[in-house]
């Protein structure tokens, strides 16, 4: 059982950044992101494979988020740039055996971490 804990949310305005941090990950899982919004499924957001030579985002935020690896800190990191309201909600990470794609539906992961509010504002 793989223990993850997240970090770095928080409040934003519109335009702005903000760093997320999974920590406790295993170096050879991939690491995938999820958020959900009230009332709304829990959807996939980016994740990289264990190697780290395969990342994988979602339309909705590709071109502004990135996610990586930080083996130094043991860590997987999504950076959130040019936030927008609709970016707000809980996010979650979740680790899994995939060496060689990220999966992107959360029931191909089974550890997950405790979640981190996102709040962007207008």
């Known amino acids: 059982q793989v223990q993850l804990v997240e970090s770095g949310g928080g409040l934003a305005q519109a335009g702005d950044s903000l760093r997320l941090s999974c920590g406790r990950t295993?170096?050879?899982?991939?690491v995938g992101w999820f958020r959900q919004a009230p009332g709304k499924e829990r959807e996939f957001v980016a994740g990289?494979?264990?190697?780290?030579?395969?990342?994988y985002y979602a339309d909705s935020v590709k071109g502004r988020f990135t996610v990586s690896r930080d083996y130094a800190k043991n860590t997987v990191d999504l950076q959130m740039n040019s936030l927008k309201p609709e970016d707000t909600a809980v996010y979650y990470c979740?680790?899994?055996?995939?060496?060689?794609?990220?999966?992107?539906?959360?029931?191909?992961?089974?550890?997950w971490g405790q979640g981190t509010q996102v709040t962007v504002s207008s």
């Open positions: 295993d170096r050879t899982y991939t």
């Open positions: 979740a680790a899994q055996w995939s060496p060689y794609r990220v999966p992107t539906t959360k029931d191909e992961y089974h550890n």
């Open positions: 990289i494979t264990g190697s780290g030579g395969n990342t």
